[in-house]
């Protein structure tokens, strides 16, 4: 059955509801957006449910919040990634297990970074680059916490055997080229800083389900540009 004027939203551990996506810098709390999409049907909603949340430096996660259902993926992390890391969303979880099989049978392997991470951790981090490369350096490639997608659950970070992730790197380019066939993004893609705000990010992908991850790889634009092409309509939401 095709479904119209769907309310989307992600429940927090605390029973607040947070936005799949606010489209503009304005200061507005406890909103949700309505898709009017006539060609999404039952199982593209539960595909997708909560995968479109939208995390950059004008719409923060609070301090608290931590996805309900993470798990460790069966895939190689590198050995100095911390256990909390090694945590994705249930849906990540198994799709990250298919791409990496996948790209495996295709001669590449890709070993894990870094995948979930809580507000505390990512503020250590964004701290420690700041300490070691000063604040424009930490700016420029470091999530403030509560800004990082990584507090989501839905993204993580990958390199391969050289610890060398470069654009031209053959890895790299089956990522690019191949990730939308499991339900992952680019997230950061090289020419688009303007609109994430992130520099270019070969190596860190975020799951948003396969059919919004095949139409944003097929168009080459960003989860900001698919949102707001979407037209969201902006609804308040009252929090009980």
């Not at 309310?7 to 957006?33: A, H």
């Not at 301090?63 to 309900?68: A, I, Q, R």
């Not at 992952?184 to 059919?211: A, D």
Request: charged fraction near 30%; proline fraction near 3%; include cysteine.
């Amino acid at each position: 059955m095709k479904l119209k004027n769907i309310l989307i939203s992600t429940t927090l551990s605390l029973g607040i509801t947070l936005p799949i996506g606010r489209l503009s810098k304005l200061d507005i709390d406890n909103y949700s957006y309505i898709l009017e999409d006539e060609d999404i049907t039952n199982n593209d909603l539960e595909e997708c449910e909560g995968a479109l949340l939208l995390v950059n430096k004008y719409n923060p996660l609070n301090d608290s919040y931590e996805p309900l259902d993470l798990k460790k993926p069966n895939i190689p992390f590198i050995n100095n990634s911390i256990e909390e890391e090694k945590q994705m969303r249930e849906v990540a979880s198994n799709a990250i297990e298919e791409l990496f099989r996948k790209a495996k049978d295709d001669g590449i392997n890709f070993l894990a970074t870094s995948a979930y991470r809580s507000y505390n951790t990512q503020n250590d981090i964004y701290l420690s680059r700041l300490e070691a490369k000063g604040k424009e350096y930490a700016d420029k490639y470091v999530a403030l916490p509560g800004k990082s997608e990584h507090q989501t659950g839905l993204s993580i970070d990958v390199t391969n055997e050289r610890r060398n992730f470069t654009k031209k790197c053959k890895e790299a380019k089956w990522l690019a080229s191949n990730s939308y066939k499991f339900g992952f993004i680019l997230r950061y893609p090289k020419g688009k800083e303007n609109i994430t705000g992130i520099s270019y990010e070969p190596w860190h992908i975020r799951y948003v389900g396969k059919k919004a991850a095949k139409e944003i790889f097929q168009n080459r634009i960003t989860l900001e540009e698919y949102l707001k092409n979407k037209q969201y309509d902006l609804v308040r939401r009252e929090i009980n």
